[in-house]
């Protein structure tokens, strides 16, 4: 059977010695071995994140649940929360918060625009928010928010929280939590840290554990970061909940890869990455939807030349050995969205595009043979 390069916005490709970790023996959540793993993960997140008196928490769950969790500490029931939208998953914060009765304000800039940072300011100057949400990557998208510049508004308001969503930015994207006034920073484990999905990783910071504590009993058990907080604290003191065992195994050498490589190579690494796939892209006629100075380094929205139908170019690139995704809303049948991140090296740049460029041929597609290898292959080999 051919071995599927699989070049999507998450789960990313996964370094052997992760999956080694991953199948390990299985121990008991508070086996010493395992306790000291969970407590050098912890503040190997907290590294990452850029934060000393943050509080990490890795939860058994996905992204959805961190953004559930992040909001459920945040705000009582009719407080106003204004959520900045760049797409689907900046929606889905206006989901799950008006599931619990809070008070959502939505700020949404056109699919593959970012909400200009003068108009959060204007809004937060307008009413009192008791939180902020931003979505630091929207993978829907493509777009990268401009999260230092956000953060400097938000400061000025100290009695909103400032939330953001890392899922598809953190450990491939410049983070710095205490610098920034970051409140809660969440993140999941299969995107830029490489990881097989299944954790839900989130940082609060003094501030935020101290709006948690006002809000009193929360509409929430499993997602209650005080019921979590004893073991976060404490690892093996405390029991709460049967912790993913392997998955922190997982966790745990997927961020020591992240911390060897370097976070400043990381970010660079993953902007290399990044400006390879657009420029050989762009060289074979595709476009990337973003303007350049918004566009994400770990995905990208790839529109589709004329005479390129959606549905029938990735059922063949498919056969042909890569899997990309479909658009989402919007944008469904009009782009198809590639991830580049975590740990791939240029083996599987050149590679998603040579399979491109085969693809391309069976669609009797004009172009000129080998444009867009060589176009990415400027920027990774360049001296």
């Known amino acids: 059977m051919k071995k599927i390069l699989m070049m999507i916005p998450g789960p990313t490709p996964v370094d052997q010695s992760i999956l080694e970790a991953l199948g390990r023996e299985t121990v008991s959540h508070l086996d010493p071995r395992l306790v000291e793993t969970l407590k050098e993960t912890l503040k190997n997140l907290k590294t990452i994140v850029m934060t000393e008196k943050g509080q990490p928490f ?34 889905r914060f206006a989901e799950i918060a008006q599931s619990y009765g809070f008070e959502v304000e939505v700020l949404a800039a056109e699919w593959g625009e970012i909400v200009e940072v003068e108009k959060i300011a ?7 928010y008791a939180a902020l949400t931003l979505t630091h990557v929207d993978t829907s998208t493509g777009v990268c928010a401009p999260l230092k510049e956000v953060s400097e508004v938000v400061r000025e308001f100290p009695e909103t929280l400032f939330i953001v969503d890392g899922v598809c930015a953190t450990g491939g994207i410049e983070e710095r ?70 998955m922190v195994n997982a966790l745990h050498q997927g961020l020591k890869i992240v911390l060897q490589e370097g976070l400043e190579e990381r970010f660079s690494r993953h902007r ?20 350049p100075e918004i566009r994400a380094n770990t995905v990208s929205t790839v529109l589709y030349p004329s005479g390129i139908e959606d549905s029938a170019f990735r059922e063949r690139l498919f056969k042909n050995g890569l899997l ?12 198809f ?28 597609y004009h172009f000129s043979l080998g444009s867009g290898i060589s176009a990415a292959e400027e920027v990774l080999f360049k001296e």
């Open 58 to 91: 890795t939860i058994p769950g996905t992204g959805t649940l961190a953004m559930e969790t992040a909001l459920v500490n945040s705000l009582k029931e009719r407080e106003r929360l204004l959520v900045i939208s760049h797409g689907f998953f900046g929606d």
């Open 122 to 128: 204007q809004k937060l100057k307008e009413k009192r």
């Open 177 to 246: 939590m205490d610098e920034w006034g970051i409140d809660v920073l969440f993140t999941a484990n299969q995107k830029a840290l490489g990881v097989p999905p299944g954790l839900a990783n989130l940082v609060f910071s003094e501030k935020a554990l101290e709006r948690r504590n006002s809000l009193g009993k929360i509409s929430a058990y499993y997602m209650d970061v005080n019921r979590w907080l004893p073991i976060m604290r404490e690892p093996g003191s405390n029991y709460f909940a049967t912790h993913a065992v392997n």
């Open 272 to 291: 290399r990455f990044a400006l390879a796939f657009h420029q050989g892209l762009e060289a074979l006629g595709f476009k990337v939807l973003p303007a």
């Open 324 to 335: 990309v995704s479909a658009g989402k809303g919007v944008l469904a049948r009009k782009i």
């Open 337 to 364: 969205r590639l991830g580049h991140m975590g740990n791939i090296t240029e083996n599987e740049v050149v590679a998603t595009l040579s399979i491109i460029e085969r693809t391309l041929t069976e669609f009797n």
